[in-house]
């Protein structure tokens, strides 16, 4: 499926987050990647060599926001100690989300 959001909606929004923690190796790449696919969101989601766990969507603000209240919470295997979050306007250029390489 295929999602496209316009960026010039005032309600889209882009969300970065970085989580921290036990997060590597606990499933939550495809936990992240299921909760954005049953919130309409796009984007990705990575692991990070310095054992973060990188999270980059788009689409509307209350989505968005339900996505990172399970961000910090994540699989039951997961120990999320921290959240850094950088919220900007979305660029509309994502078309889906998916689970990328490590960076």
Known sequence: MTLNHEPSTPNHRRLRAVLQGRV???GMR????ERAHDL???GFVRNLRNGDVEVVAEG???ALEALLV???QG???AHVENVVTVWSPATGKFTGFR???TQ
Do not use: D, K, N
């Open 40 to 42: 309409r969101l796009t």
């Open 99 to 101: 689970i990328a390489g």
């Open 60 to 62: 509307e603000q209350g």
């Open 75 to 77: 699989p039951r295997s």
């Open 30 to 33: 495809h936990f992240v990647q």
């Open 70 to 72: 399970g961000l910090r």
């Open 24 to 26: 590597q190796g606990v």
